[in-house]
């Protein structure tokens, strides 16, 4: 007699490839990060190997994540502006612009950017390590790949992306006062009360910062995920780094929608 | 790249990183003046409170002195309890009085504290019963039609006489 457990994995293989094979890719990424988390003491013991990459993730990451956000930011004070002057309503452009960004717009652009930027770069950095077999000579010399080259990028990105999500609202907040008190003549005094009277610490800072660090994970572990299985030929790291920016984007957005139902929701009452 | 100048720019990140969060709690979102003081919550029973939310300011004289930190409908009363939780910092008298007011041009609703002149302060858990809900504009209009209607049929009747 068939087990219960194999009716149903035959019954999820008659659903055919695409559904079966997105619950193995599933399973193998969870295997992936607990192989991860056991294999991150190292990084705790060799900190110089997480500094270092938080040099490419992080550092590098700046001035893509501060151009960005200036114009974002001045995009926002614009058009928020142009809109809420129809209603009279110019004034609160600051407290419309900081609660966009610091809920929303901060941590899911911040962590787009990011993946396009250093997620595919470490994508296509591991996948190369594993096509020229430099992963299997650090095998042969008894050297942990997934300690040694993994596990210190997953960290240095998780550390980094919520630091260049700070970044990021700031820089978006500095660029739509700018335009708004700059260049549109909105009361700098009202510009920053509106913000703080509107802004609450623990539900809108807090929880954007909690945002971040989630995506910041999803990031990581997709972009190393798909360096270390990578095809080991170039049109296998070529399709990586694709599939990372795209996995990246699809999950930080699916990723959103439910942060942003679980965190703020019913507290309009 | 030299080891020094790895962790002088790390080092640099990591601190704007830090700034920019102290900047988003300082400057943007105020929290010298939202958080944590001691606060101490009285209650005030509504006929009507209208649009006010929780977390709406509590102001005395302009100045904000509290929060709104509960709204509930009493099925025994038939009336709102608001719960304001408000500055240990500001002592009211018992017989101060709370209305629902509207401030802006976006109509956000606040409570507004009028201090009497009791000797005795307002204590953890007290109730104020001087309360004065927020204005309908539906009810208003309607009490106008009606009194206007009523004037007329006044000025009707003494006319036929």
Not at chain 1, 82 to 97: A, Y
Not at chain 1, 183 to 212: C, E, H, P
Not at chain 2, 83 to 95: C, G, R
Request: glycine content about 12%; hydrophobic content about 50%; overall charge negative.
């Amino acid at each position: 007699m068939k087990s219960l457990s194999s009716v149903i994995a035959g019954f999820l293989r008659g659903l055919g490839a695409p559904v079966s094979g997105a619950l193995i890719g599933l399973g193998q990424i969870t295997r992936f990060l607990f192989a991860l988390l056991a294999a991150s003491g190292t990084c705790l013991r060799r900190p110089g190997l997480v500094v270092r990459e938080m040099y490419f993730i992080g550092v590098l990451s700046l001035v893509i994540i501060l151009v960005s956000a200036l114009f974002v930011g001045m995009v926002l004070g614009l058009q928020m502006y142009e809109t809420l002057q129809r209603f009279g309503s110019g004034d609160v452009v600051g407290m419309v612009v900081a609660l966009a960004l610091v809920r929303e717009l901060g941590p899911v652009l911040a962590a787009l950017l990011i993946a396009s930027r250093a997620g595919s770069a470490l994508t296509a950095e591991i996948g190369l390590m594993r096509a020229t077999e430099q992963l299997s000579a650090m095998e042969m010399m008894a050297i942990q790949p997934l300690s040694r080259v993994v596990a210190p990028r997953f960290w240095a990105g998780f550390l980094s992306v919520p630091l260049l999500t700070s970044v990021f609202n700031v820089v978006g907040i500095y660029g739509s006062y700018l335009v708004a008190v700059e260049g549109l003549g909105v009361d700098a005094g009202t510009f920053w009360s509106q913000m703080q009277n509107a802004v609450d610490f623990r539900i809108d800072v807090v929880n954007g910062i909690i945002k971040s660090f989630f995506f910041g994970a999803a990031i990581m572990l997709i972009a190393v995920y798909q360096g270390y299985q990578a095809a080991p030929t170039a049109a296998g790291v070529a399709m990586a780094t694709t599939q990372t920016v795209v996995r990246s984007a699809l999950v930080i957005l699916g990723m959103d929608f439910m942060l942003t139902a679980f965190m703020f929701t019913g507290l309009g009452s | 790249m030299k080891r020094q100048t790895l962790d002088l720019w790390v080092g640099l990140f990591v601190a704007l990183g830090i700034v920019a969060t102290a900047f988003l709690s300082l400057q943007v979102a105020n929290i010298t003046t939202l958080g944590g003081g001691p606060v101490y919550t009285v209650y005030g029973e509504f006929e009507n409170v209208g649009g006010l939310k929780v977390r709406a300011p509590v102001k005395s004289a302009g100045v904000t002195v509290g929060r709104v930190s509960d709204i509930r409908y009493d099925g025994d009363l038939h009336k709102a309890v608001v719960a304001v939780a408000l500055d240990t910092n500001y002592q009211f008298s018992t017989d101060s009085s709370m209305s629902i007011l509207t401030s802006g041009i976006l109509g956000e609703q606040y409570i507004g504290i009028q201090g009497g002149s009791d000797t005795e302060m307002l204590q953890e858990d007290d109730v104020i019963w001087l309360t004065s809900s927020a204005l309908v504009l539906e009810n208003m209009i309607g009490q106008f039609l009606f009194s206007k209607a009523a004037e007329e049929s006044d000025s009707g009747s003494t006319k036929q006489e």
